[in-house]
């Protein structure tokens, strides 16, 4: 039989044991919140507001594009080689899918609006798929947008008025509510693309 003081311990211990228990249990949990946390916070927010001008003139904004998936290229239309060569990507990708390509407004911002007016970005986006849209705008604004589409660029050094532009060369799919879905590499073929827009239209 145990004395009253000793019982008394045996509840202390049991008390402790308790607690140790609690205080694992708890432990085992933290990780998993502190990971989620860390996962939330540490993952890049790509796209967001921005204000700029369609290649019709029209002030335009990123809730004008609601509703539809978004195919974002960064370029300008005197681009040489990579720019023509990933829009010519994107329509054709956009023509095999068929019908679901009403879904899916293909756009070009141009991150050199200097040259790359609305009259200019008409004329240009012509030439890719009928449903391409060309943005300009302001410095400003350019630098604005791609600043939040994490997209870096210059103009080329040494270049005179024929100057050509330094930039990154990502397409971005974003969804019909303007959250990023994932992103192309460059030289990404029409066929990953239309794996892709297949897969989420
Ligand atoms: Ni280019």
Redesign the pocket.
């Known amino acids: 039989m145990l004395g009253p003081v000793r019982q008394k311990h045996l509840w202390i211990i049991l008390l402790a044991a308790v607690v140790v228990v609690a205080v694992l249990a708890v432990g085992a949990r933290l990780p998993f919140w502190a990971g989620k946390e860390i996962e939330a916070t540490g993952t890049p927010t790509i796209g967001g507001p921005f204000t700029l001008i369609d290649h019709q003139g029209r002030a335009v904004t990123e809730a004008d594009f609601r509703g539809s998936y978004m195919l974002i290229y960064f370029?300008?239309t005197t681009?040489p080689?990579?720019?023509p060569t990933t829009l010519q990507t994107v329509s054709q990708a956009l023509d095999e899918i068929g019908n679901t390509a009403e879904r899916v407004r293909p756009i070009l911002i141009t991150i050199d609006p200097a040259r790359d007016t609305p009259r200019v970005l008409a004329d240009y986006v012509g030439h890719f798929h009928p449903r391409m849209v060309g943005l300009t705008g302001t410095d400003d604004q350019v630098a604005a947008v791609a600043k939040v589409y994490g997209v870096y660029y210059a103009k080329a050094p040494g270049a005179d008025e024929d100057y050509l532009?330094d930039?990154s060369?990502i397409l971005y799919l974003m969804d019909a509510e303007g959250r990023f879905v994932r992103h192309f590499a460059p030289g990404a073929g029409a066929a990953e693309l239309v794996a892709a827009l297949r897969e989420v239209l």
């Open positions: 370029g300008f681009c080689d990579i720019c532009m930039h060369s």
